[in-house]
RNA sequence: GGGCAUGUAGCUCAGUUGGAUAGAGCGUCAGAUUCCGGUUCUGAAUGUCGGGGGUUCGAGUCCCUCCAUGCUCGCCA
């Protein structure tokens, strides 16, 4: 209905001109939608605004537009007369006819109305999951990963060509930690493949982190090792080389089980150009060395004591550091001796707010950014348990992707046959498998997308999994018992009827629902809140549970039969597009 | 101490450029079922939108201040 909106709200403001001409450059029509169905599609607030410069009552105001769109057969074409409500809002209330006809031109429409950009021009990089190289992915990459997907599916979707970049941490201190432990405790490690396993590797990592952090002069070796491996030393290399592999095919099991696509190009991908960068920043009088570091001082950025805060980019060892590599990132993403990207999206916890508002600054002042281009760091609370503490296992580790994920798919498992026992349904071991994983790897997502990400967010299989609210098992219901419709006899791919023929109000409420889907993709385009799609789903199961419930579908005259046939055709296919796009995948039956 | 974020019903959370009587789910209570999968639907109760001030015709939303919680503050990422 973006479409629909867009002509109103030129109506509107023609309206206001040719009634108030004398408020002309100040007239804005405030069209959006009905903040509730008894008020119609849409309402305009504009009236309102105009009070005072007109000093005129807004009521008044707000009939005189209304006056306008009267004589306007191109509305009076779209819409009932419209409704002067409370202090002057300008409600609109769209023609049957014209709700039905849109509906019959998305019915088939494989984008569902929903337009895509014009032209595939620069590409948009989406930057997410991001683990670190030698370590398991855990809790902590949950979000990022189901978060960066869904943008990155939403932005495909609409047509832009989309980098989905998995920024991996395969260098850097932690590197110099690692080997100098290894080459200690098992060189075979650092140079035959796969020596020792991951869960292992995973086990001399911690210990190379608590030896860094208490032994200065393990410190001290591992910073020389760091250096090395950035100045291409072969052995140092290849012992990297080896524990990229083994921990990249660990990941890719992951992404594979999630169904997430991503390119990897590493921090190490930047390495050979972090000493340009830091010549590039020296060069353009940025570089302040400061206590033996390179650093560049932030704007607007005050530290303890009222000093500014540096972004330090050089470290007194020679060394590089993130904060260098993402410069370079920045760099290489928007040139065009790169990726040339316009838009370039980061999915990290909140966190790291202050580190990238500091990058996004030096890169603007160094000239880095294009005036077209955007840099947007979308930012995410934490995983708490039930406690409302960081998520952690009984015995207080991390807790690992894998086992979240197992655990999500066993009690999805467990819920499924007790409930087939109740049933007295028999189903195969292969259905059960299927169904259980979809619906357990779908609650993990949903519960994660349906919240809004800025906010730390309570992690619970019981609510997650829940059959009721708005949960993921939830919405798969709804689209299984359109399918329940189609094995009933219903061909749901049938000739459409010469009239769409509608009369109840829940088939009605339905069809605004469905119309809406266009508007909140580009809410989420452009605003990157998954949850806004989430909730739209939910409501539409909703509209469609209530229409189910109350409006018979086979057993209806035509042309009502095939009128409702084809809003649960349309039904499903948008709420199955709209779970594709938040990357899980629907069920016929569970 | 500085910066950033958060604070909305018993619980988990929505609330889109400031707009009509602040919403939903869960839970609670009361109902519905000859019917396409009841994992459903209908209805009820529940609020100092953290406190206080301000701007405005109008504030959960903007500004100031205070309180609480979390994150962060020079060589990890």
């Known amino acids: 209905m973006l479409r629909i909106a867009q002509t109103l709200e030129a109506q509107l403001r023609a309206a206001m001109q040719q009634a108030f001409p004398e408020a002309d450059g100040e007239l804005n029509p405030a069209l959006g939608p009905a903040s509730k169905p008894e008020f119609g599609d849409f309402q305009a607030n504009g009236a309102l605004a105009l009070a005072k ?11 005189a537009i209304v006056e306008q769109l009267r004589n306007s057969p191109e509305f009076s074409a779209l819409a009932e007369a419209p409704d002067i409500a409370g202090p002057g809002f300008i409600n609109i209330t769209l023609k049957p006819s014209v709700l039905a006809a849109e509906v019959r031109q998305r019915i088939g429409d494989p984008r569902l109305g ?61 590197f110099g930690m690692l080997i100098t432990h290894l080459k200690q405790v098992a060189p075979e490690a650092l140079n035959t493949a796969d020596a020792i396993d991951l869960g292992d590797l995973v086990a ?38 080896l524990l990229c592999d083994q921990s990249r095919r660990e990941f890719q099991k ?55 805060l540096p972004l330090i980019v050089q470290k007194s060892d020679g060394g590089f550091n993130y904060a260098t590599t993402d410069l370079a990132a920045i760099r290489y993403r928007l040139g065009a001796a ?33 005036a077209a281009a955007s840099l947007e760091h979308v930012p995410f609370g934490l995983v708490q348990g039930d406690d409302g503490k960081k998520l952690k296992t009984r015995a207080g580790d991390t807790v690992r992707l894998k086992d979240l994920l197992d ?57 997650m999994l829940a059959l009721t609210g708005n949960t993921a098992p939830y919405l798969l219901y709804a689209v299984v018992r359109i399918s329940g419709i189609a094995r009933k006899g219903g061909a749901l791919d049938g000739e459409l009827p010469e009239q769409l023929v509608f009369e109840e109000p829940q088939e009605w409420a339905l069809i605004r629902q469905l119309l809406q889907l266009d508007a909140v993709i580009s809410e989420v385009e452009s605003d990157l809140l ?18 189910y419930d109350q409006v018979p579908v086979l057993k209806a005259d035509e042309p009502m039969r095939s009128s409702r046939l084809a809003l649960c055709r349309l039904a499903a ?10 990357g899980i995948p629907s069920l016929e039956r569970m």
């Open 530 to 547: 998954p949850n806004r799609l989430c909730t739209y789903l939910f409501e539409l199961s909703q509209s469609f549970n209530r229409f």
């Open 53 to 63: 410069p007109l000093k005129q009552a807004p009521r008044q105001i707000a009939a």
């Open 254 to 308: 992951i992404y594979d089980r999630l169904d997430i696509r991503l390119s990897e190009r590493g921090e190490s991908f930047y390495n050979p150009q972090l000493p340009a960068v830091v010549d590039d920043l020296r060069d353009s009088g940025l570089l302040v060395t400061d206590e033996g570091a390179g650093c560049v001082f932030l704007e607007g950025v005050v530290g303890k004591e009222g000093k500014p």
């Open 114 to 174: 929903v337009a895509a950009v014009e032209q595939a021009e620069a590409p948009v990089i989406v930057d997410f999951s991001s683990p670190n190289i030698a370590k398991e992915m855990h809790v902590g990459h949950l979000r990022s990963t189901i978060i960066g997907d869904c943008l990155a599916r939403v932005l495909e979707f609409r047509g832009h060509q989309v980098l989905r970049l998995n920024h991996v941490g395969d260098w850097g201190t932690q």
């Open 573 to 582: 296919d948008t709420l199955k597009l709209g779970l594709s796009l938040l």
């Open 204 to 241: 001399f990592y911690r210990e190379a982190k608590k030896r860094f952090d208490d032994d200065e002069a393990f410190q001290t070796t591992s910073r020389e090792e760091v250096v090395k491996l950035q100045g291409g030393d072969a052995t140092s290399l290849k012992a990297w080389g």
């Open 407 to 463: 655990e999500a798919v066993e009690r999805a498992q467990a819920d499924l046959r007790r409930r087939l026992e109740e049933e007295e349904r028999q189903e195969s071991d292969s259905f059960i498998d299927q169904v259980a994983t979809t619906v357990g790897l779908a609650a993990v997502k949903y519960a994660d997308l349906s919240t809004n990400r800025i906010t730390n967010y309570q992690f619970s299989f019981e609510r």
């Open 338 to 370: 790169g990726d040339g990207a316009e838009r370039v999206i980061y999915v990290t916890d909140a966190g790291q707010a202050a580190h990238f508002a500091g990058v996004f600054q030096v890169a603007k002042r160094a000239g880095w950014v294009p």
